[in-house]
């Protein structure tokens, strides 16, 4: 076994026992220097090892060291609603998955008649249907799908893994599906967590509707910028792209036939979820008594209520879907990360660790002294770097636990908006392999050489980063007042 190999996880350990050994400094109490040795071992893990079985440690390490009991762990990170969120929003999405539906969204958007003769229409089609289908399922599950149509076709046409153009079509994939999932906080646990923790940390009550008002301008944002770098910085040669791609993607959508029922009843099952999501911010003033009631019902309940509906009906005597299946479409590695981060956002904002009064000690005056724009402007550059070597979402919960409490204490900027851009540029996991599941897709499967995403993944993160500054935060502190 390579030495390099325990490298990461080595440093992990010496930073735990470090923390775990040394007396604590005001304003650090001995359960914040023992929480800081395991967040910090938890970071680095989840960078050099996975996400999976490493958050399972975190959670252990926490009631092993006495920072907390081994019931108020488990009630922070397992119990939360979070978890049961992701569980059933991913039983929908497999059932679409499972019935078709999805496949046939994405051939919709690649055989619109207005691409014919324009093979940057159709680029863009191809594209713009991985924005969407990703804005409301799984970015892993919507590369893998587009992914799957562009394989075969671009083989099709005469294109070989490591050619221009094929790289950066699978690199446009895999960047839009990322980018999308800023527009929504369907499927997307981390925009239902900072929905969760602004009504904490600011009392701003945010649902679907107010999420989706600067999302999806923000989602479409980042994929014209996609686009526009695609089309005029990388300029693949599309020679070979002509009427042949139009005619396979024709033929193969009408190979899936006529919309069956199962696939109407997952549309209509789905449908009806999303509308319980929107229901108490587009009709509270009509109808105050049931938008109260479904309000007070959470994110979780609808999904659960669909999910297993879709156990329940059953089409030729046979369920829309079956637990098992609905189990398999499940990532549970991501479930693992959510119930992780929850636990150590709790104990990180806890008075009693002295964290807290750490982080303000270092934040507070470099929010109150430096001019806003240049605090939102690091907390930024900051996001974006540490999203192209680890998760997204340990990234966006990091950079927002530092700089948004701080923003907060200090009575600087729109805590609200700061808290969205963050994440939002938590997005821009474009340039290496380790920073999505969707980049590792790419570049594992041989389309995309490491060094061309690298070159070209950087190139549009820094347009995201000025994206995020000048546009995406004055559009939020607008309209989250």
């Not at 650090?28 to 967040?39: N, Q």
């Not at 490493?54 to 907390?68: D, E, K, N, R």
């Not at 895999?174 to 800023?182: G, I, L, S, Y």
């Not at 605090?375 to 996001?383: D, K, L, N, P, R």
């Amino acid at each position: 076994m390579s030495i390099r190999r325990w490298i990461g996880p080595g440093l992990g350990i010496v930073f735990l026992l470090v923390f775990l050994i040394l007396p604590p400094s005001e304003p650090l109490t001995v359960a914040g220097m023992r929480t800081l040795g395991i967040f910090l071992f938890t970071v680095i893990w989840w960078a050099t090892v996975g996400i999976g079985y490493p958050s399972f440690i975190c959670i252990a390490l926490l009631a092993i060291t006495g920072v907390m009991t081994p019931q108020a762990v488990f009630a922070a990170s397992w119990g939360n609603y979070l978890v049961i969120f992701i569980l059933a929003v991913f039983g929908i999405a497999q059932c679409l998955k499972l019935t078709g539906f999805s496949r046939r969204f994405a051939f919709w958007f690649l055989t619109r008649p207005f691409t014919e003769g324009h093979p940057w229409l159709t680029i863009a089609m191809f594209l713009l249907g991985s924005l969407f289908l990703g804005s409301i399922m799984s970015g892993t599950a919507t590369c893998i799908a587009f992914m799957a149509i562009a394989e075969p076709m671009i083989e099709t046409l005469g294109y070989k893994k490591g050619d221009r153009f094929a790289a950066t079509l699978m690199m446009g994939i895999a960047w839009a599906a990322t980018a999308a999932f800023v527009m929504t906080p369907i499927g997307h646990a981390s925009n239902v967590m900072l929905i969760d923790w602004l009504m904490v940390d600011t009392g701003y009550s945010m649902g679907f509707p107010e999420w989706m008002a600067i999302g999806v301008p923000t989602g479409l944002l980042f994929f014209l910028l996609i686009l526009g770098y695609i089309r005029f910085i990388i300029r693949p040669d599309i020679s070979k792209f002509s009427s042949d791609a139009i005619d396979y993607m024709r033929q193969e959508k009408n190979k899936i036939g006529p919309m069956k029922s199962e696939e109407k009843i997952t549309v209509l099952v789905f449908l009806l979820v999303v509308a319980l999501w929107m229901l108490p911010g587009l009709a509270g003033n009509l109808m105050p008594g049931i938008s109260n009631y479904v309000n007070g019902l959470g994110f979780a309940i609808p999904p659960i209520l669909g999910a297993c509906l879709l156990c329940v009906i059953r089409i030729k005597d046979q369920p829309l879907m079956t637990f098992q299946k609905w189990m398999a479409g499940v990532p549970w590695e991501t479930i693992s990360l959510i119930a992780a981060i929850m636990v150590i956002r709790d104990v990180l904002g806890s008075p009693d660790t002295g964290i807290p009064q750490l982080l303000g000690n270092i934040f507070q005056p470099l929010a109150s002294s430096a001019p806003f724009f240049v605090y939102m402007a690091i907390g930024q550059v900051w996001v974006s770097i540490q999203t192209n070597i680890m998760s997204n979402m340990v990234s966006a919960c990091l950079v927002y636990k530092a700089l948004v409490p701080a923003a907060i204490s200090s009575g600087v900027g729109n805590a609200v908006a700061l808290g969205f851009t963050i994440f939002a540029g938590a997005r821009a996991g474009f340039a290496l392999p380790s920073a999505t599941t969707n980049t590792a897709l790419i570049t594992g499967g041989g389309w995309v050489p490491v060094g061309f995403m690298v070159r070209h993944g950087f190139a549009v993160t820094i347009g995201i980063v000025l994206v995020c500054i000048f546009i995406v935060y004055p559009l939020a502190s607008i309209f989250y007042q």
